[in-house]
């Protein structure tokens, strides 16, 4: 009987193919796709409003120090694969390791993308809560800079890790690009040539007070770069379509 038993469940697991527990958008994938070894463990650094934990791994040791937002609007998740596929290729690119830190903030949102809120759960636009210049209170950004729990610890991150480039994923309606805050205009340019992503600065396409790339580019003078998905995009055709470049911006050649 306890052979049968096993017989059985062996069956069902070659047949299913998936574990139930693993992302949706794994599901389908061939089985040996899906089992890669595990890559650095999750450190919780913060959590949200609704206690949502605020995950970060790191990968590599090298000196340059790049730090990668799989998100920060929770109605924006076209950079999800993205994300969970980042560590695993930039581990195969040969001495990346050892010539990067890798720092992945999961994400920076994740109220907003339980409740696919473009705000965190108390309806403030989190990239509109950074103690830039231009910050502007007012309901949705805000009644003080650094007044939401989850801008606090993505500021505290990188004011803890100076990276030498931040890059966030975001989606834009009807339109995809890259977009640049501070000195990342060559970066920029580096990850236009490696995709086919136009190059828009900040000032010409939206105003964006307190945002992240105001307070990482202009404050801290930092580079930044805002990756602007198509909105609707499918996540595995996004990452394919920038995982050349998102690379090549990493490593910064």
């Known amino acids: ?120 759960a108390r309806g403030v636009d989190l990239n509109r809560n950074y103690p830039a210049s231009n910050f502007l209170a007012g309901k949705n950004y805000g009644d003080a800079p650094l007044d939401q729990p989850e801008a606090r610890v993505l500021h505290d991150l990188i004011l803890a890790e100076r990276p030498d480039l931040v890059i966030v994923a975001h989606a834009w309606r009807g339109d995809y690009f890259i977009n640049f805050d501070g000195p990342a205009g060559p970066m920029a340019e580096l990850f236009a040539q490696r995709s086919n992503f136009p190059v828009k600065a900040s000032d010409k396409f939206a105003p964006t007070p307190g945002s992240l790339g105001s307070w990482v580019g202009r404050t801290l003078g930092l580079p930044i770069l805002t990756l602007e998905y198509l909105r609707g995009t499918d996540p595995e055709i996004g990452w394919a379509n920038t995982r050349a470049a998102i690379l090549a911006v990493i490593l910064g050649r």
């Open 1 to 120: 009987m306890r052979a049968l038993s096993c017989l059985l469940l062996s069956s069902l697991v070659a047949c299913v193919g998936f574990h139930p527990l693993e992302p949706s958008w794994r599901r389908g994938r061939p089985v040996e796709a899906a089992a890669q070894p595990a890559v650095t463990p999750w450190t919780t650094v913060g959590y949200s409003v609704e206690g949502r934990p605020l995950r970060v791994s790191r990968h590599g040791s090298g000196p340059r120090r790049v730090l990668w937002v799989g998100g920060i609007h929770g109605d924006e998740r076209e950079g999800s694969v993205a994300t969970a596929e980042l560590p695993a290729a930039f581990a195969a690119v040969p001495g990346a390791t050892a010539a990067v830190t890798l720092i992945i903030l999961e994400d920076a949102n994740p109220d907003g993308s339980a409740n696919r809120t473009r705000g965190n």
